[in-house]
């Protein structure tokens, strides 16, 4: 079965890896990425259909739920926690599971992903319902695990989504949307973590900032509900700030502490000249669009 899998084949243009010079490896492995985001690009229809499900998930007040085996698993765990700090997002919003728990993220835990039942417990262990999205990754598009899980979310009623790099895939039989995203033989044969891996990692970023931008977390380009959480993202928020309301940094730096850090609220107070608690009602009555607010 897996010798049918284009992620499995062997690359024609690095039979003679082994003895090429470093610069020829890296050439090569440069010109075979070139091809990934193409590739992810045949699949737009489908990502954009994906999407959808996922801001029709937020609006319901559900959640988006990765859940993936190895580097699959990992990517997905990855894009989860990267969205409570750009989007300020609660950590239960975005969550990300790998077939053999966390301890999978940095040492492979043999078995788990051959196991359908823990792809189903993993998902009851969170009270998967007809709210949520679940997004099953899987760059060989066979992994029991990931099926495991789809079937169980196809069950509860939640709207499930596939990701592979193979044409055909398994996983796409158990999801109401398919994204097979066909990355062709890699570079060092079978190792998924470079093209397949690369274009998850895409396919992911897609879902996760279109979806968010669709619940009115970005104003204009900028991410307006960032998490002033350190320093560097203090002053990220000022300048934020300062591009949307077109004011110099003191400015901003006033508004942010008026607003308790609110980059939203900061905004629509200099555009508005309003207070804060006027601030806040326009985002409450748009939702969170500033657009809308002005």
Same mark, same amino acid.
């Given at each position: 079965?897996?010798?049918?899998?284009?992620?499995?084949?062997?690359?024609?243009?690095?039979?003679?890896?082994?003895?090429?010079?470093?610069?020829?490896?890296?050439? +090569?492995?440069?010109?075979?990425?070139?091809? #990934?985001?193409?590739? #992810?690009?045949?699949?737009?229809?489908? /990502?954009?259909?994906?999407?959808?499900?996922?801001?029709?998930?937020?609006?319901?007040?559900?959640?988006? @739920?990765?859940?993936?085996?190895?580097?699959?698993?990992?990517?997905? /765990?990855?894009?989860?926690?990267?969205?409570?700090?750009?989007?300020?997002?609660?950590?239960?919003?975005?969550?990300? =599971?790998?077939?053999?728990?966390?301890?999978?993220?940095?040492?492979?835990?043999?078995?788990?992903?051959?196991?359908?039942?823990?792809?189903?417990?993993?998902?009851?262990? /969170?009270?998967?319902?007809?709210?949520? +999205?679940?997004?099953?990754?899987?760059?060989?598009?066979? +992994?029991?695990?990931?099926?495991?899980?789809?079937?169980?979310?196809?069950?509860?009623?939640?709207?499930? #989504?596939?990701?592979?790099?193979?044409?055909?895939?398994?996983?796409?039989?158990?999801?109401?949307?398919? /994204?097979?995203?066909?990355?062709?033989?890699?570079?060092?044969?079978?190792?998924?973590?470079?093209?397949?891996? +690369?274009?998850?990692?895409?396919?992911?970023?897609? @879902?996760?900032?279109?979806?968010?931008?669709?619940?009115?977390?970005?104003?204009?380009?900028?991410?307006?509900?960032?998490?002033?959480?350190?320093?560097?993202?203090?002053?990220?928020?000022?300048?934020?700030?300062?591009?949307?309301?077109?004011?110099?940094?003191?400015?901003?730096?006033?508004?942010?502490?008026?607003?308790?850090?609110?980059?939203?609220?900061?905004?629509?107070?200099?555009?508005?000249?309003?207070?804060?608690?006027?601030?806040?009602?326009?985002?409450?009555?748009?939702?969170? =669009?500033?657009?809308?607010?002005?």
């Amino acid at each position: 079965m897996l010798d049918k899998l284009t992620t499995e084949k062997r690359n024609s243009s690095t039979m003679d890896l082994d003895v090429m010079s470093v610069h020829e490896i890296l050439k +090569t492995m440069n010109r075979e990425d070139l091809t #990934v985001p193409q590739a #992810v690009a045949m699949e737009i229809h489908s /990502i954009e259909e994906a999407v959808q499900n996922v801001i029709q998930s937020f609006q319901e007040g559900g959640r988006l @739920i990765y859940i993936g085996a190895g580097t699959s698993g990992r990517l997905g /765990i990855l894009d989860a926690v990267e969205c409570k700090p750009t989007f300020g997002s609660p950590s239960e919003m975005v969550q990300g =599971f790998i077939a053999g728990g966390m301890k999978a993220f940095t040492e492979a835990v043999e078995g788990a992903e051959d196991n359908e039942s823990l792809g189903e417990s993993d998902l009851k262990s /969170i009270a998967i319902s007809e709210k949520d +999205t679940v997004i099953g990754i899987a760059a060989s598009g066979r +992994t029991p695990y990931v099926i495991g899980a789809l079937k169980y979310a196809s069950h509860a009623g939640a709207k499930t #989504v596939s990701i592979s790099c193979n044409k055909n895939a398994e996983i796409s039989k158990y999801a109401k949307v398919k /994204i097979e995203v066909e990355t062709g033989p890699e570079v060092l044969t079978g190792s998924t973590r470079l093209k397949a891996g +690369t274009a998850q990692k895409l396919v992911l970023n897609m @879902i996760s900032t279109a979806s968010m931008i669709g619940i009115g977390k970005v104003y204009k380009n900028l991410m307006v509900d960032v998490q002033s959480t350190n320093y560097k993202l203090i002053e990220r928020s000022k300048r934020i700030i300062m591009q949307a309301a077109d004011v110099d940094y003191d400015t901003a730096a006033k508004y942010f502490e008026e607003a308790n850090h609110n980059v939203k609220a900061a905004i629509i107070m200099i555009l508005l000249q309003c207070s804060y608690k006027e601030a806040l009602e326009k985002l409450s009555n748009s939702n969170g =669009f500033i657009r809308k607010a002005l």
